[in-house]
């Protein structure tokens, strides 16, 4: 297996060695950790998907405290009380903690609509961030633009992109 890789690797090396020695590549690098940081439409988003949970979790909250009123009145008069009020006051619990867990499930659950919101944020968010990335590689003529904040160990700070980036973005906000 470390033949195998070490066979790619030099494979690849050799591969790619004649095309950096006999053209003028250039590699740039953002930080993409930074530009979740420091670009307000992720700021705003976050800000709205928390306001967002915050509401669910109040009336979440709101369902529960109804739900144990209700078992603290069944059994504070479980005991003096008809079987058939008795069976009526389980189903109608035993319906509101289903519903309980419908509306956990329709609001946080992995299908649910925060997730599926905060999905549909991200995705646009990323759009215009690849937008940005993209014009700043066309107007600067580079090749590649990697994600420092993935992989990379080291990068030479005249390569990092990152503020372009942001002032594309900003740019473009303005717009």
């Known amino acids: 297996m470390k033949l195998r890789q070490v066979n790619s690797a030099l494979l690849a090396i050799t591969l790619l060695a004649p095309m950096f020695l006999f053209s003028q590549i250039k590699i740039g690098y953002i930080a993409s950790d930074r530009i979740r940081f420091e670009y307000e439409e992720f700021k705003k988003a976050e800000s709205q998907l928390q306001d967002e949970f915050k509401k669910v979790q109040e009336e979440y909250q709101v ?3 109804e739900l144990q009123d ?27 903690e289903q519903r309980i867990q419908q509306y956990q499930a329709q609001k946080v659950g992995p ?14 968010l990323l759009s215009k961030v690849k ?44 717009k």
Do not use: C
């Open 63 to 65: 369902m529960l405290k």
């Open 70 to 96: 209700l078992k603290d009145a069944y059994e504070t008069q479980r005991l003096m009380s008809s079987p058939e009020w008795r069976t009526e006051k389980e189903t109608e619990i035993s319906a509101k």
């Open 111 to 124: 299908e649910g609509e925060l997730y599926r919101k905060q999905s549909q944020m991200e995705r646009e």
């Open 131 to 174: 937008t940005a990335v993209d014009n700043v590689a066309i107007s600067k003529g580079y090749d590649f633009i990697f994600d420092g904040s993935v992989s990379l160990l080291y990068g030479k700070p005249t390569h990092d992109l990152t503020d372009d980036v942001l002032t594309e973005l900003k740019k473009n906000t303005t």
